[in-house]
């Protein structure tokens, strides 16, 4: 998957900052530079679990026509994703 775009919105920038202590910038060097495994979840989600310094996993709505990831969420991979990231790498 191509994203050419990263929205994320300054108030769920922070929330995820916050909450999660994960850096926009964490956020977008996993999609756009380490290759992240992506999953659809939901109806118009996507799950995209990357390794920077450590496992997030991060859920954004994905806009195929001027590829832009919206960023929804944020947070630290827990153990049964990272055990599905492994996988996937294999």
């Not at 909450?19 to 977008?28: G, Q, V």
């Not at 979840?41 to 994905?62: D, P």
């Amino acid at each position: 998957m191509r994203i050419d775009i990263i929205r994320i919105d300054p108030i769920i920038q922070k929330k995820i900052y916050e909450k999660h202590s994960i850096l926009a910038e964490e956020i977008i060097l996993i999609l756009k530079e380490n290759e992240p495994i992506f999953k659809k979840a939901g109806s118009n989600q996507i799950m995209a679990i990357g390794l920077y310094n450590r496992y997030i996993t991060i859920f954004f709505r994905y806009n195929p026509k001027i590829k832009q990831a919206t960023i929804a969420t944020a947070y630290t991979s827990d153990k049964k994703q990272i055990k599905y990231y492994k996988k996937v790498r294999k």
